[in-house]
């Protein structure tokens, strides 16, 4: 089954991720988190820069005078380009943390380049100013946006010594809410800043004319513990907002990845293609990049713009999973930059032509301004054949003899009747080595098999829900598994996909999770299994309704023959889950 959608005019080569990013000295640079590309408008010919997150680059570089732990941490280093895969150290923007803005420890990350009012602006996360900015002097977590100005693309620079926003008070004491991920843009004169993470939320506010200062209402557009690292674009009437969600840096179990929603005005509400709001507690968001079962896992935190021929493209940062680390122990992960191609099909951004992550030659960006796009066909996952095998909706006198509990729950604990099968929600878990849930465990067919659920869970909408959960789990043992979960925590609602493993080299991460869809009040959950030489590939779904599915991320595993199906209702006591109807089909293709 194919689609078409525009392609770039023929490119004179290929380019295959990662993309080649050199130092000086000609070795690689092995890092560049949080990426932002300019076009240079002052160039003769098109030439593009990219601008990376303060980090370590090479292992090389490592530093032996212990100062930042012995690495080398490059200060936003800059690399230009005129054919967007190559990419050559030019400089980094600074030489050290800017004087009178950031504190000698403070970190400088996601840079955002934008040419305003005839010159080059910088604007970059400070994640601890000078206490001479903080409204609570002596703590390190006071994060700010900052600014530099040049009349080039690669400085100098000249840093303000007053932040773009402030520090801004979540709570007494040293609680600050995360003024991260700048974003800048312009829509009919008014400049707009985007800034916000995980502690808080992205907020869209006004920029100053000599863009210097957020002026203004700040009106939230990302949903707090959701959602960072925005960029925003314009297509064809309506303003997309890409975001980030998961933990960026948990080496090769990060399930960093990029959803998108869009807005008739730059101030939102950002709806998902099912009208989901990004700033809501059910926080929408439609899947724009999501680890795929190769090697490129925690793909996000993503910059958009077009090639010479105005075709547009992608590059975000991606962690290979062989080589996640520069250092476990220091908790460094790798992050490498990738390029994927966008289409727009039916008003919604297609990475990679649905294959992103890539990892296979693609066609390069066109490098000849005025190339003529051509049409080019998009890989669409064929649908496999589904067999069922089985399916309980738990209205029988008694539990069906298939099933088994692994740690068995007290009597009163659960029931089943005509709304299914009920389970109060344990204060017990499975996470590395709390392994205290009960377990209503089944058997799974050999082959490749498919695993839906119906279910409900009853949990607070506010601010003060734990990490409550409910949904399925594919084990063997409490410390091999994936988890397909609805869950609430802290006012967020949201279908958590996970994976544990054990055990691990020294240093490494156990868990890690992504994030599917959006829950409804009543949630569907999928997982489709597939089986490959010693592993299996698990890629997981979520349903508002049971017809329209959202496809998430994919982890692989080893669970092997043994692994068993489990349904689970944990992370805190007080609540209830019902699952209204369980089924096991067999896929092929």
């Given amino acids: 089954m194919l689609a078409l959608a525009a392609d770039p005019a023929p490119a004179t080569h290929a380019y295959h991720n990662p993309l080649t990013v050199r130092l000086a000295s000609g070795e690689p640079a092995q890092n560049c988190a949080d990426p932002a590309v300019l076009r240079d408008p002052r160039a003769d010919t098109p030439t593009w820069y990219l601008y990376c997150t303060s980090d370590p680059v090479s292992k090389q570089e490592r530093e032996r005078s212990g100062k930042d732990g012995g690495w080398h941490f490059r200060m936003i280093p800059i690399y230009?380009?005129?054919?967007l895969v190559h990419w050559d150290f030019v400089r980094d923007a600074f030489s050290d943390r800017p004087a009178g803005l950031a504190a000698p420890t403070s970190g400088l990350w996601a840079p955002e380049p934008e040419y305003l009012n005839g010159r080059y602006y910088l604007y970059f996360t400070v994640t601890d100013v000078v206490d001479a900015h903080s409204p609570e002097p002596g703590c390190a977590n006071d994060s700010a946006i900052g600014v530099a100005t040049s009349e080039s693309p690669v400085g100098p620079w000249r840093a303000s010594t007053t932040p773009?926003?402030?520090?801004?008070?979540?709570?007494?004491?040293?609680?600050?809410?995360?003024?991260?991920?700048?974003k800048v843009i312009e829509d009919g004169g008014r400049k707009y800043l985007y800034y916000g993470s995980y502690g808080g939320g992205i907020f869209v506010q006004r920029l100053g004319d000599d863009g210097l200062r957020a002026v203004g209402r700040a009106t939230l557009v990302g949903a707090a513990g959701r959602y960072e690292g925005a960029e925003v674009k314009h297509h064809e009437g309506w303003w997309y907002l890409f975001a980030s969600a998961t933990d960026c840096c948990n080496g090769p179990l990060t399930g960093y990845a990029v959803y998108v929603g869009r807005a008739r005005t730059p101030e939102g509400p950002f709806l998902d293609r099912f009208g989901n709001d990004m700033a809501k507690g059910r926080?929408?968001?439609?899947?724009?990049?999501?680890?795929?079962?190769?090697?490129?896992v925690g793909v996000g935190h993503n910059t958009v713009f077009t090639d010479a021929a105005g075709q547009w493209w992608t590059i975000y940062h991606g962690i290979d999973v062989n080589e996640p680390f520069f250092s476990a122990k220091d908790k460094l992960t790798r992050r490498l930059a990738l390029l994927d191609r966008i289409d727009w099909v039916d008003g919604?951004?297609?990475?990679?032509?649905?294959?992103?992550?890539?990892?296979?030659?693609?066609?390069?960006?066109?490098?000849?301004?005025?190339?003529?796009?051509?049409?080019?066909?998009l890989a669409v996952r064929a649908a496999p054949h589904v067999r069922a095998l089985w399916r309980d909706d738990f209205r029988g006198k008694g539990l069906n003899k298939r099933w088994h509990w692994l740690r068995p729950r007290a009597q009163g604990d659960w029931s089943i009747g005509r709304q299914g099968l009920v389970l109060a929600t344990q204060d017990a878990d499975l996470y590395v080595d709390r392994n205290t849930a009960s377990v209503l465990q089944a058997a799974l067919p050999a082959g490749d098999y498919r695993i839906e659920a119906e279910l409900r869970l009853d949990a607070p909408e506010d601010c003060c829900a734990t990490a409550v959960q409910a949904g399925l789990v594919v084990m063997n043992g409490d410390d091999n598994y994936v988890k397909l979960v609805e869950m609430a925590r802290g006012g967020l609602r949201q279908v958590e996909f996970a994976k544990e493993v054990s055990p691990v080299e020294q240093d490494y991460p156990r868990y890690g999770n992504t994030v599917v869809g959006t829950p409804g009040r009543t949630t569907w959950l999928r997982l489709d299994v597939h089986r490959e030489g010693g592993q299996e590939r698990y890629r997981a779904y979520s349903s508002q309704d049971g017809r329209a599915w959202v496809g998430g991320g994919t982890w692989t595993h080893r669970l092997g023959p043994d692994a068993r199906l489990g349904l689970v209702a944990m992370g805190g006591a007080g609540r209830r889950a019902t699952f209204i109807r369980v089924a096991v089909s067999a896929l092929s293709p």
């Fill in 283 to 296: 926080a929408g968001g439609t899947p724009l990049l999501s680890q795929n079962g190769n090697r490129w």
């Fill in 348 to 377: 919604w951004p297609v990475a990679g032509g649905g294959l992103a992550p890539s990892d296979q030659a693609m066609a390069a960006p066109a490098v000849v301004e005025g190339a003529q796009p051509e049409a080019h066909p």
């Fill in 164 to 182: 773009v926003v402030m520090p801004r008070r979540a709570g007494p004491g040293c609680n600050f809410h995360w003024s991260f991920d700048p």
């Fill in 80 to 83: 230009r380009s005129t054919d």
